[in-house]
């Protein structure tokens, strides 16, 4: 069973940056055979998703909203997927999820396309 973890979250003003992580444990083999990728969820919204990485690394792809300031990569010796996000706005604020899957997804950006879930991490961003 995939086990997720993420980290990284906080609070920061607007321009900032952060990056998350997101462990992956519970299986055999590497995360360079997963699809991986970023959602984002504020209160009150539907499940957006942020970006994602896939086909060992050869294929990403990015929400328009995030484009140009969020970067996806992933570190397959360490098994970690990574978030880097730059010139953050008050609309980035939501609980942040990493999600996996086994299969290369058609629409990578599809929360219904991933089976494996973290728990998420906070990101608050001010004005």
């Known amino acids: 069973q995939v086990q997720l973890v993420e980290s990284g979250g906080g609070s920061v003003q607007a321009g900032g940056s952060l990056r998350l992580s997101c462990a992956a444990s519970g299986y055999t083999g590497s995360t360079y055979y997963m699809s991986m990728a970023w959602f984002r969820q504020a209160p009150g919204k539907e499940r957006e998703g942020v970006a994602a990485i896939y086909t060992g690394g050869g294929s990403i792809v990015y929400a328009d909203s995030v484009k140009g300031r969020f970067t996806i990569s992933q570190d397959n010796a360490k098994d970690v997927l990574y978030l880097q996000m730059n010139s953050l706005k008050p609309e980035d604020t939501a609980m942040y999820y990493c999600?996996?899957?086994?299969?290369?997804?058609?629409?990578?950006?599809?929360?219904?396309?991933?089976?494996?879930w973290g728990q998420g991490t906070q990101v608050t961003v001010s004005s």
């Open positions: 999600a996996a899957t086994w299969v290369a997804p058609n629409r990578a950006l599809a929360a219904s396309k991933y089976n494996y």
